[in-house]
C-alpha cells in the first residue's frame, strides 16, 4: 500500500428500523466477534423459533415426534430452494462432519482402495478418510496445492494423485485453513467422465456462495447451514444424486430406514430437530433485512478492507510480509499472514485463538498452512469496520510483541 493510497471502508449495515445490523443478535458485548466462519451466530429471531419449536416439543412429546418427520420433509423444501436444488435430493444432517461420514460409512467396499484428498483439507475429515482407507486395506493419498495456485493448478495437482485403485475424491469447495475455492466443477466433471466417486466438503459454502451447487457433477456434497446461513447449529445439507444416493443411511438407524433417500433422514428417533425447523427462519430474516446479494457484498467489501487494514499493520510493526496470495479467494473471507512464531501449526494456531479472545477479548480465527501462521477473517453482516479497526490498533501490537517473545532476535 502506498503512503497516499486511501482504503476505504464500507458503510456499516443497519436493521431496516435504523438500529446497528449487531443489535439482531445476542453477542456477547464485550467481545468482538470476528470469527463467525467457524460456529457461525444465529439472530434472535431464529433462536426464538427454535426455544418456541422446543417448548412445543416439551408440550406434547408424544404428539409431536410422530409429526417431526412430515415437519423435516416440508422444511427441504424451502432450504432446497435457498440452495438450488431439489428437495428430493437433500437430506438434513446435524453438521458437513456427520454428513461426509455418512458418505464414508456407505461407500463400497473396496479392496485396495485409495481416498485422494487436497493439504487444504479439513483435519476432521482427513481423519475420516484415513479410516475408509485403512478398511479398504488402501491409503490416502494427498494432493499439494500450492496457496497461490490457479483454478487449473489446483485441477492438475488434484488429479494428478488419481489412479486405477483411486476410489473416492475429496475436496473443499471452500478450504478452511486457506480461505480460498477450489476449482470442485472441473474436479468433478472428470471424476465423472473416469467413474470415480466425488465427494464435496462444501462446509462454508452456503450463505456465501449464491448457487454452490451450479455446475458442480459431485456424487456427493455436504454444507453447513449454521455458518454463513447463521440457522442453529446442527444444520446441516447432504445432496446426495445418482446411483450412489439409495445407498446413504443416516448414522442412527431408526423407524424411517426402510424409506427412500432422503426420507430416511427425516426420522432418527428422538433427536432435537429444532434448529432444522428453525433454519428458514434465519435465512429469512437476512433476505428480509439486506437481501442475500446485498449481504454478500457487504462481507466482501468488509472483509477486503480488513485484510488490507491489517496487512499494513503488520508490515509496519513487524515487517510481516505483504498480502497473501490464496489464488481464488472467496467473498467475505482473506488471509492475513502472521508474524514469525505465531500460529505454525494447527495446533500454536487454535492456543493463539483461545489466548486472543482470553486476554484481548477478540473471537478470532488462527489457522496454519506449510509451516505459516494465518489470521483468517471471516466477515459477516453484523461486523464492521471499527471491529478491524480495533484489532489493528490494539491487538496488532500485542501479538507481535508475543511472537518476538517466542523467537526473540
Given at each position: 500500500?502506498?503512503?497516499?493510497?486511501?482504503?476505504?471502508?464500507?458503510?456499516?449495515?443497519?436493521?431496516?428500523?435504523?438500529?446497528?445490523?449487531?443489535a439482531?443478535?445476542?453477542?456477547?458485548?464485550?467481545?468482538?466477534?470476528?470469527?463467525?466462519?467457524?460456529?457461525?451466530?444465529?439472530?434472535?429471531v431464529a433462536?426464538?423459533?427454535?426455544?418456541a419449536?422446543?417448548?412445543?416439543?416439551?408440550?406434547?412429546?408424544?404428539?409431536?415426534?410422530?409429526a417431526?418427520?412430515q415437519?423435516?420433509?416440508?422444511?427441504?423444501?424451502p432450504?432446497?430452494a435457498?440452495l438450488?436444488?431439489?428437495?428430493?435430493?437433500?437430506a438434513?444432517v446435524?453438521?458437513?462432519?456427520a454428513?461426509?461420514s455418512?458418505?464414508?460409512?456407505a461407500?463400497?467396499?473396496?479392496?485396495g482402495?485409495?481416498?485422494?484428498?487436497?493439504?487444504?483439507?479439513?483435519?476432521?475429515?482427513?481423519l475420516?478418510?484415513?479410516?475408509?482407507?485403512?478398511?479398504w486395506?488402501?491409503?490416502?493419498?494427498?494432493?499439494?496445492?500450492?496457496?497461490?495456485?490457479?483454478?487449473q493448478?489446483?485441477?492438475?495437482?488434484?488429479?494428478?494423485e488419481?489412479?486405477?485403485?483411486?476410489g473416492?475424491?475429496?475436496v473443499?469447495?471452500i478450504?478452511s485453513p486457506?480461505?480460498?475455492?477450489?476449482?470442485?466443477?472441473l474436479?468433478?466433471?472428470?471424476?465423472?467422465?473416469r467413474?470415480?466417486?466425488?465427494?464435496?466438503?462444501?462446509?462454508h459454502s452456503?450463505?456465501l456462495?449464491?448457487?454452490p451447487?451450479?455446475?458442480?457433477?459431485?456424487?456427493?456434497?455436504?454444507?453447513n447451514?449454521?455458518?454463513?446461513?447463521?440457522?442453529?447449529?446442527?444444520t446441516?445439507?447432504?445432496?446426495?444424486?445418482?446411483?450412489l444416493?439409495?445407498r446413504?443411511h443416516?448414522l442412527?438407524?431408526?423407524?424411517?430406514?426402510a424409506?427412500?433417500?432422503?426420507?430416511?433422514f427425516?426420522q432418527?428417533?428422538?433427536?432435537?430437530?429444532?434448529?432444522?425447523l428453525?433454519a428458514p427462519?434465519?435465512?429469512?430474516?437476512?433476505?428480509?433485512?439486506?437481501?442475500?446479494?446485498?449481504?454478500?457484498?457487504?462481507?466482501?467489501?468488509?472483509?477486503?478492507?480488513?485484510?488490507?487494514?491489517?496487512?499494513?499493520?503488520?508490515?509496519?510493526?513487524?515487517?510481516?510480509?505483504g498480502?497473501?496470495?490464496?489464488?481464488?479467494?472467496?467473498?467475505?473471507?482473506?488471509?492475513?499472514?502472521?508474524?514469525?512464531g505465531?500460529g505454525?501449526?494447527?495446533?500454536?494456531?487454535d492456543?493463539?485463538?483461545?489466548r486472543?479472545a482470553?486476554?484481548l477479548?477478540?473471537?478470532?480465527?488462527f489457522?496454519?498452512?506449510?509451516?505459516?501462521?494465518y489470521?483468517?477473517?471471516?466477515?459477516?453482516?453484523?461486523?464492521t469496520?471499527?471491529?478491524?479497526e480495533?484489532?489493528?490498533?490494539?491487538c496488532?501490537p500485542?501479538?507481535?510483541?508475543?511472537?518476538r517473545?517466542?523467537?526473540p532476535?
Open positions: 500500500m502506498s503512503e497516499t493510497e486511501v482504503i476505504t471502508a464500507p458503510s456499516p449495515l443497519t436493521l431496516p428500523d435504523g438500529r446497528p445490523a449487531a439482531a443478535w445476542s453477542l456477547d458485548p464485550a467481545l468482538r466477534h470476528l470469527n463467525h466462519g467457524s460456529f457461525g451466530a444465529v439472530p434472535l433462536q426464538e423459533r427454535q426455544n419449536l422446543r417448548a412445543e416439543m416439551e408440550r406434547a412429546p408424544v404428539v409431536w415426534f410422530p417431526l418427520p415437519r423435516l420433509a416440508a422444511t427441504r423444501v432450504l432446497a435457498f438450488r436444488t431439489s428437495p428430493d435430493s437433500l438434513l446435524p453438521n458437513a462432519s454428513g461426509i455418512v458418505v464414508l460409512a461407500l463400497p467396499h473396496r479392496p482402495g485409495e481416498v485422494v484428498v487436497t493439504d487444504h483439507g479439513y483435519g476432521a475429515v482427513t475420516g478418510a484415513e479410516r475408509l482407507a485403512r478398511r486395506g488402501g491409503r490416502v493419498r494427498t494432493a499439494r496445492v500450492p496457496l497461490d495456485a490457479d483454478e493448478q489446483a485441477y492438475e495437482a488434484v488429479v494428478a488419481w489412479s486405477e485403485d483411486t473416492l475424491v475429496v473443499d469447495q478450504t486457506t480461505a480460498r475455492r477450489m476449482p470442485v466443477d474436479i468433478g466433471a472428470e471424476a465423472r467422465r467413474g470415480i466417486p466425488f465427494l464435496v466438503d462444501a462446509a452456503p450463505g456462495i449464491a448457487a451447487l451450479a455446475g458442480v457433477p459431485a456424487d456427493f456434497w455436504v454444507g447451514l449454521h455458518k454463513w446461513g447463521c440457522a442453529p447449529r446442527g446441516a445439507a447432504l445432496i446426495a444424486q445418482g446411483p444416493a439409495e446413504l443416516p442412527i438407524d431408526s423407524w424411517g430406514a424409506d427412500p433417500y432422503p426420507g430416511r427425516d432418527q428417533g428422538t433427536v432435537d430437530a429444532t434448529s432444522c428453525a427462519t434465519a435465512l429469512d430474516f437476512i433476505e428480509r433485512s439486506w437481501g442475500w446479494e446485498t449481504a454478500r457484498r457487504y462481507m466482501d467489501d468488509l472483509a477486503c478492507y480488513a485484510e488490507r487494514i491489517l496487512t499494513a499493520a503488520f508490515t509496519e510493526a513487524a515487517s510481516a510480509g498480502p497473501v496470495d490464496a489464488g481464488t479467494p472467496v467473498p467475505g473471507m482473506r488471509l492475513v499472514r502472521l508474524p514469525a505465531l505454525a501449526t494447527r495446533v500454536e494456531a492456543a493463539l485463538r483461545d486472543v482470553r486476554e477479548g477478540v473471537e478470532a480465527a489457522t496454519s498452512f506449510g509451516g505459516t501462521g489470521l483468517r477473517l471471516s466477515a459477516h453482516v453484523y461486523n469496520p471499527d471491529d478491524y480495533h484489532f489493528a490498533e490494539r496488532v500485542v501479538l507481535v510483541a508475543w511472537a517473545a517466542a523467537h532476535a
